[in-house]
C-alpha cells in the first residue's frame, strides 16, 4: 500500500510482519496486538488510534507521525525512528530498546508532551531527540545516546540513566526527585532553572555544564566531573560534592 487512507480499520491482532504500509494515512485505527515487524511505515500517519500492545521491532517509522495515539506497552526494539513524532500520546511501559534516530549523517526525533513512563531505551541512538513536556517518570535510559536532546520541562521522577551520553543535552526547566543519573556524560549540558531534589549524578562528567538558577537541593554529585561547570544562582541546599573536581567551576 502506497499514498493511500485506511482510516478507521480494525487491525486487532493482525499479523502484518514485514508488510508495506507507506505513505499510508492509517488514523483513527484500532491497532490492538498487531505485529508489524519488520513492516515499512515510513512516512505513515497514526493519529487518534490505538495501538496497546503492537509489535513494531525493526519497522521502519522514518518521518511517522503519530498524535494522541495510546502505544501503552507496545514494542519498538530496533525500529529505525528517524524523523517520527509522536506528540500528546500516551507512551506507557513501550520498550525501544536499540531503536535508532539516525539516518546517514542526521539524527532526529520528538516525543512532545507524551508519557513515557516506564518505558526503556536502553542502547537506543537518540541523538537530537525532543522530549519537551513529556513524562518521562521512571524511564530507562541506560547506555543510550542522547548528544544533543531537549528535555524542555519534562518530568524526570525516578528516571535511571547509567553510562548514558547527554553531551550539549538542554534540560531547562525540567524537573525531577530521586532520578538516578550516574556515570553518564553531561560535558557542555545547560540545567538552567531545573527544580531537582534528592538526585544521583555520581561518577558523571559535567565538564563546563551550567545551572544558572537551578534548584539542586539533596543531589549528590560525589567523584563527579565539574570542571569550568557555572553555578551561578544555584541553589545547592544540602548538595555533596565528595572527591569531586570543580576546577574553576563558578558560583557567583
Do not use: W
Not at 29 to 44: Q, R
Not at 49 to 75: G, H, M, V
Not at 102 to 128: D, H, P, Y
Amino acid at each position: 500500500l502506497k499514498d493511500n487512507k485506511l482510516n478507521y480499520v480494525n487491525f486487532i491482532g493482525i499479523n502484518a510482519k514485514r508488510s508495506k504500509f507507506r505513505e499510508v494515512d492509517l488514523s483513527h485505527s484500532i491497532l490492538n496486538s498487531a505485529d508489524f515487524t519488520e513492516a515499512d511505515l515510513s512516512s505513515s500517519v497514526l493519529n487518534n488510534s490505538l495501538a496497546r500492545n503492537t509489535l513494531f521491532n525493526r519497522t521502519n517509522l522514518n518521518r511517522f507521525k503519530a498524535n494522541i495515539t495510546d502505544f501503552y506497552n507496545a514494542k519498538f526494539i530496533k525500529a529505525k525512528i528517524y524523523g517520527a513524532e509522536f506528540i500528546d500520546s500516551p507512551m506507557q511501559n513501550t520498550n525501544f530498546n536499540e531503536a535508532s534516530s539516525e539516518e546517514g549523517k542526521s539524527s532526529s526525533a520528538k516525543f512532545i508532551s507524551s508519557n513515557l513512563e516506564l518505558a526503556n531505551f536502553t542502547r537506543a541512538k537518540l541523538q537530537n531527540t525532543d522530549f519537551t513536556q513529556s513524562s518521562l517518570q521512571k524511564t530507562t535510559f541506560t547506555e543510550t545516546n542522547l548528544k544533543y536532546s531537549l528535555f524542555f520541562k519534562s518530568d524526570m521522577t525516578q528516571m535511571e540513566a547509567y553510562v548514558a551520553d547527554f553531551t550539549q543535552a538542554d534540560f531547562t526547566e525540567a524537573h525531577a526527585t530521586s532520578a538516578d543519573l550516574r556515570n553518564s556524560k553531561f560535558q557542555y549540558a545547560n540545567f538552567n532553572k531545573v527544580v531537582f531534589e534528592n538526585v544521583l549524578f555520581n561518577s558523571g562528567d559535567f565538564l563546563k555544564g551550567t545551572f544558572t538558577d537551578a534548584i539542586l537541593n539533596k543531589s549528590n554529585f560525589s567523584n563527579t566531573v565539574l570542571n569550568y561547570s557555572n553555578f551561578i544562582g544555584t541553589n545547592l541546599t544540602e548538595v555533596k560534592f565528595i572527591d569531586t573536581k570543580l576546577n574553576c567551576a563558578r558560583t557567583f
